[in-house]
């Protein structure tokens, strides 16, 4: 038994497997980018082969578990919209590895701001190192936990968006210290400014007592 609804946003279907109820949301396709969201990939499956497979694609990301697992969701990023469009057009419901895949546009933040957030970083990656690195940032935070503990990710700011679009342009998917970036908008710059402030603070009362 299941029930459904749709709309031009969203359907849905809840059915029963196993005396449990199981809701399953379809999402319609999102605002074309020129990045691909695939999922349901096959644990086998590598990012040579969805570079292969998808063609015009000139990045492939597999998100990976801490063990290195293959979580099956990776993103394809392409030169322009245009061919994100055809291979979405070209590949959706394809079976790679006996997995039909599941593709959909990748969402971006709506307005470029003047801080990035740079994920994926090595944990030999230092804010100094950053700061030479990305041109015209004028800030940057490593992000770490209460326990000091590094959490592979970095926001940094620039004195104008058009400045940041730059480094992003520049920067998205560079190596650095043998990790590739991952680089996007920060939705909340004066959020991420104060609690940079408080962070700061925490550390040098650290340092004092």
Not at 82 to 96: H, I, L, Q, R, T
Not at 117 to 131: A, D, K, M, Q
Not at 132 to 161: C, H, M, P, Q
Request: hydrophobic share 35%.
């Amino acid at each position: 038994m299941y029930s459904s609804t749709a709309s031009k946003q969203q359907c849905w279907q809840s059915v029963e497997i196993d005396g449990n109820r199981v809701s399953i949301t379809f999402s319609a396709p999102a605002v074309p980018s020129d990045t691909l969201v695939v999922d349901n990939v096959a644990l086998r499956t590598s990012e040579t082969s969805l570079l292969r497979t998808f063609e015009g694609a000139v990045r492939v990301k597999i998100i990976r578990n801490e063990i290195q697992e293959s979580s099956g969701h990776a993103y394809v990023s392409f030169d322009s919209i245009e061919a994100a469009k055809s291979a979405y057009n070209a590949m959706k419901g394809v079976k790679m590895d006996g997995q039909k895949l599941f593709i959909n546009f990748q969402k971006h933040p709506v307005d470029p701001s003047d801080t990035l957030v740079v994920r994926n970083l090595s944990s030999g990656t230092s804010e100094s190192s950053l700061l030479r690195e990305f041109e015209g940032a004028v800030d940057v935070r490593i992000w770490k936990n209460k326990n000091d503990t590094f959490l592979g990710y970095a926001s940094i700011s620039f004195d104008t968006i058009e400045a940041a679009k730059s480094a992003y342009n520049t920067m998205n998917g560079v190596e650095i210290d043998g990790k590739k970036l991952y680089i996007h908008f920060d939705r909340d710059p004066q959020k991420t400014r104060a609690y940079r402030k408080i962070a700061r603070e925490r550390n040098e009362d650290g340092r004092r007592n």
